[in-house]
């Protein structure tokens, strides 16, 4: 991956805070030529820069409010089944294999917790998945952000 510049950073930055902005406002905020702003954002969008459009969405607006994390104990010769089988799941939004004592960890979204439990049986009855561990997100106190980075010194 091609690490981003000081003006890679700038324009990502105006996207962060306003993702519609039209590539010639970009370009004048940032006093850059609108071809240098449009070849930069083809490549960002290419690359392993950016989100997919779609996170942007919230799963409450889906009528999905609760959230919680899932921690996964695997059988190791089926992993790839038990992974295979979660990405089918629709309320999996993110999973990752994190160091230490479990082997993914699960982000999920349910309508309530009836449902939430529903999902945490689903997702313990996936293949190769030996046992689950469910916690509730009460509420969110820091949203994601990127903001922070964008500002921080480039390492």
Same mark, same amino acid.
């Given at each position: 991956? =091609?690490? $981003?510049? @000081? ?7 105006? $996207? =962060?805070? =306003? ?25 960002? @969008?290419?690359?392993? %820069? ?42 999996? *939004? ?11 960890? $699960?982000?999920?979204?349910?309508? =309530?917790?009836?449902? $939430? %439990?529903?999902?945490? @049986? ?13 916690? *509730? ?6 949203? %994601?952000?990127?903001? @922070?980075? *964008? ?5």
């Amino acid at each position: 991956m =091609d690490s $981003l510049d @000081e003006t890679d950073r700038r324009i990502l930055a105006v $996207l =962060d805070s =306003d993702p519609r902005r039209p590539v010639a406002l970009i370009a004048q905020d940032l006093s850059l030529a609108r071809g240098t702003v449009h070849a930069r954002l083809a490549r960002l @969008e290419s690359g392993p %820069y950016l989100r997919a459009h779609s996170s942007r969405i919230l799963p409450a607006a889906l009528g999905r409010g609760v959230s919680a994390s899932i921690q996964v104990e695997l059988d190791q010769h089926k992993i790839g089944a038990a992974i295979d089988a979660l990405s089918r799941v629709p309320e999996v *939004l993110e999973c990752f294999a994190p160091a230490g004592d479990t082997d993914l960890l $699960l982000r999920v979204v349910a309508t =309530d917790p009836d449902d $939430l %439990y529903r999902v945490a @049986e689903v997702v313990r009855l996936c293949p190769g998945i030996l046992r689950t561990s469910t916690s *509730l997100f009460l509420r969110q106190v820091i949203p %994601y952000r990127v903001s @922070e980075l *964008l500002k921080a010194p480039l390492p």
